[in-house]
């Protein structure tokens, strides 16, 4: 099993939080410790966000325990009213991230009041204050994420998976149910995939090499994940309408695998070319005849007359496969034009090193 970057910080925050509490000589480290936890976010920005925001959820924890106890005790009939307006404060100034720890900050002071209350509250305060600055601390120093290298594999993987079945399904080899249950994974992939690329933009500022590389690079993400979604919804189309494109004549059923076949190549070169695999003046269709989208229009146009005759409702959705084909042909070629354009201002600029990634 492979530790990932995410466990391996939480770790070391942990450490470094018990460890500083130590160091300080404060009481119940553990409470610094479970603060750590709270607090580690996936990005440096995040994580700058996430102290800004504990900050302040943890100030209404601590004054509504002060004020509580001081003025109420601590029963524990009032401990849980006391959470329930440290909840409703937050909500109210848009801090719903910090509730989990400003409850841990509001019972962790209100548990055992003594003669010195307001030292030991302040304690516990600077506790689990610590806590979330060693969560900082891990997040801006050790293990910086490598998201560019995530979102890159997570769109290649997800477009070879998609492209695997579209030319099973042209040539009537996919099973229906098989491909549907995978359908609903590579539906979830794509969920992924935005999560990704948000986190990747994100982090981009805080490593400013090349500004204009890095706006160019959300660019070409970000359509590079369009395309992707577009094969998707190519296959779902293919899937939907399996039935009506086995009717459909022989040599427009050869037609439509045929540049089907030719966008897949033309989607897989261009992945490759973004890391460097493929030259940028390298054509896809090298010894092969793709169709544009006027010839695969007009092709369907002479075959609607046919279809019409035998079946208006198979017309009407042959055409909507015919669509899908053409708009996923303009999402490749347009990909294709921002990556040829980016590498040949930016030919040392691509991050992406050679990983492997199996997850989808």
């Not at 279809?307 to 899908?324: D, K, P, R």
């Not at 053409?326 to 921002?338: K, N, P």
Request: hydrophobic letters at 45%; a neutral charge; aromatic letters at 10%.
């Amino acid at each position: 099993m492979k530790l990932g970057a995410r466990i391996l910080k939480t770790g070391i925050a942990i450490t470094l939080a018990l460890f500083l509490s130590h160091i300080f000589d404060l009481p119940s480290p553990v409470f610094a410790g479970i603060a750590a936890i709270f607090a580690l976010q996936p990005t440096v920005y995040r994580s700058y966000q996430s102290i800004i925001e504990h900050i302040q959820g943890n100030l209404i924890g601590a004054a509504t325990a002060v004020l509580f106890v001081m003025a109420f005790g601590n029963s524990i009939f009032i401990i849980g009213l006391a959470a329930v307006l440290v909840i409703t404060l937050n909500l109210k100034l848009k801090l719903g991230n910090t509730i989990s720890l400003s409850l841990v900050t509001l019972i962790a002071i209100m548990e055992t009041p003594g003669d010195d209350f307001i030292q030991f509250a302040l304690i516990r305060f600077s506790t689990i204050m610590l806590g979330v600055v060693s969560a900082f601390i891990v997040n801006l120093v050790f293990l910086p994420p490598k998201y560019e290298n995530k979102l890159y594999y997570k769109s290649s993987i997800l477009s070879e998976e998609i492209t695997k079945w579209i030319r099973l399904s042209t040539r009537h080899a996919s099973e229906h149910q098989l491909l549907k249950a995978d359908i609903e994974k590579l539906r979830e992939g794509i969920i992924k995939l935005d999560q990704l690329y948000m986190m990747y933009k994100e982090e981009r500022d805080y490593f400013k090499n090349n500004p204009l590389a890095k706006s160019r690079k959300l660019v070409i993400y970000r359509q590079m994940i369009n395309t992707v979604k577009k094969s998707l919804e190519t296959l779902k189309r293919l899937h939907r309408y399996e039935n009506e494109f086995n009717q459909l004549p022989v040599e427009f059923q050869e037609v439509i695998q045929h540049q089907l076949d030719c966008l897949i190549n033309h989607h897989e070169q261009v992945m490759l070319k973004y890391v460097g695999k493929v030259r940028p003046e390298a054509s896809y269709i090298e010894g092969e005849v793709c169709l544009n989208k006027e010839q695969l229009f007009e092709l369907f146009l002479a075959q609607r007359n046919e279809l019409a005759q035998t079946n208006s409702q198979m017309l009407y959705h042959v055409m909507q496969l015919v669509s899908i084909i053409m708009e996923y042909g303009e999402q490749v070629e347009h990909l294709d034009t921002l990556v040829t354009s980016f590498q040949s201002y930016h030919k040392d600029d691509s991050n992406v090193t050679m990983e492997q990634h199996t997850e989808i």
